[in-house]
């Protein structure tokens, strides 16, 4: 059974920071791409970045830049989201996914991932 499970999120201040990790099991870790989503109330889902393990390859949006940072442990089959110097537009719920990496055109396209965590709530207070 595929699963993936997100941990890490919270309330936080801006400025603050908060990690997020992504769990990964039931696939060939190696085989795929695992990506960040957030989706705010009444929005899309806006991809926010991507790690290929195979070639170490890393997709950040524009608006993270700089502020959030990806790494992955293949040891662990496990994905980070480090994110510093949050801000209130931060705010949503961040998803992981999981997408073959020989398939995977564009990372911030979310229906080119083919598996998705439930979720975690990330507050942040101005």
């Known amino acids: 059974e595929v699963q993936l499970v997100e941990s890490g999120g919270g309330l936080v201040q801006a400025g603050g920071s908060l990690r997020l990790s992504c769990a990964a099991s039931?696939?060939?870790?190696?085989?795929?791409?695992i990506g960040w989503f957030r989706q705010a109330p009444g929005k899309e889902r806006e991809g926010v970045s991507c790690?290929?393990?195979?070639?170490?390859?890393?997709y950040y949006a524009d608006s993270v830049k700089g502020r959030f940072t990806i790494s992955s442990d293949n040891a662990k089959n496990t994905v980070y989201l480090q994110m510093n110097s949050l801000k209130p537009e931060d705010t949503a719920v961040y998803y992981c996914?999981?997408?073959?990496?020989?398939?995977?055109?564009?990372?911030?396209?979310?229906?080119?991932?083919?598996?998705w965590g439930q979720g975690t709530q990330v507050t942040v207070s101005s």
């Open positions: 996914a999981a997408g073959r990496i020989s398939l995977l055109v564009d990372p911030s396209i979310a229906y080119e991932y083919d598996y």
């Open positions: 039931g696939f060939t870790f190696d085989d795929y791409a």
């Open positions: 790690i290929r393990s195979s070639d170490g390859s890393i």
